[in-house]
């Protein structure tokens, strides 16, 4: 087996790596936090129902599905840096051309190819950060780069509240195009991975890949993967994606729920920074539970809470915990697998979790629509944590530090 040996990995190859990466998925949380915020905006402007709001973020969800599992085949194929840039570009052009949609269709149709960029580039770009460090640490390099998430929701929340009200969505959708002028900056740049490089298996085909994550010594943790990501996902864009708008159903103006989201989203930094620092010292599993449960329990209060203080309070927490726990799934997710299938590996549990992110916005709209309380409906997001929490506990192994074959 082809291992990183720690001589390979220079700190400074490591932080520019790092740098370049995390960028590209701050762009990747900017274009998923302002379509929580348009969506908001949407509702007013085409006067749209909740089933419809539901539909938006849906679609997002199932062309993030079919980019994980088609562009993740790919990476294995043909390398991590290409389908990176191919990914970044494609969600920042689609993006942009959606600011100019004048129905809800066309706005759809734009938003799965958006989704397809975004659900490929994610699990590739984890792949490759993984790939390219250390094993003792790994974990916590990983983590980090899942943070530039919170600081593109944070720009996200800046753009929206700063932008949308004076205006317009579309001028919000436009700034999301700008990244896809750093993807000429990457392509020069970035360095793929070096188990990629060191061990090109192009003989393999793309079923044998797909088996292969299937076959017995793998079945357990793909297992474990595809019922942690369906949940994770399922909770994450059912809560997340309608969090401005539950502030508007619980009675605030939607330029007051952006400002209170934008308080919530800051208490993703923390929730980053803690489990880097766990995740080498207390391993993938604790921080996993740990976080999970602390994001059902968060998720549960702020569905019932009935004050402006318990809202900014739990839904600071819940930002918190869950972003924390999404930091250690994408550490997780690529150490399951060896070099030859870790890309498809990690791309097929992505997939299966975008169903649970397709299946999450509909539900929340369906029963906003059925005239359901919030507080039932994000108990239903409680309880699939949970089993997503049992599947780590029962069927998970700790990775902690171990060489990535």
Sequence with gaps: MTTIKEKEVKPLTRNKLLGIAGLGWMFDAMDVGILSFVIAALAIDWNLSPSQMGWIGSVNSLGMAVGALVFGLFADRVGRKRIFIITLVLFSVASGLSAFSTTLIIFLIFRFFVGMGLGGELPVASTLVAESVKANERGRVVVLLESFWAAGWLLAALISYFVIPDYGWRIALILTALPAFYAVY?????????QFTAKRVRDRTYGQNIKAVWSKAYAKPTLMLWILWFTVVFSYYGMFLWLPSVMVIKGFDLITSFKYVLIMTFAQLPGYFTAAWLIEKAGRKFVLVTY???????????????????????????????LGAWGALYAYTPEQYPSVIRATGAGMAAAIGRIGG???????????????????????????IIIGVLAVVFLGVETKQTELE
């Design 186 to 194: 990457l392509r020069l740049k970035l360095p793929d991975s070096p």
């Design 358 to 384: 397709i299946l999450g916005p509909l539900l929340v709209g369906t029963l906003v629509a059925s005239g359901y309380e919030i507080g039932w409906i994000f108990g239903i997001f409680c309880i699939a």
């Design 292 to 322: 999970l449960l602390g994001t059902a329990a968060s998720a549960y209060a702020f569905g019932n809470a009935d004050t402006t203080t318990s809202l900014i309070v739990f839904g600071a927490l819940l930002s918190f915990f869950n």
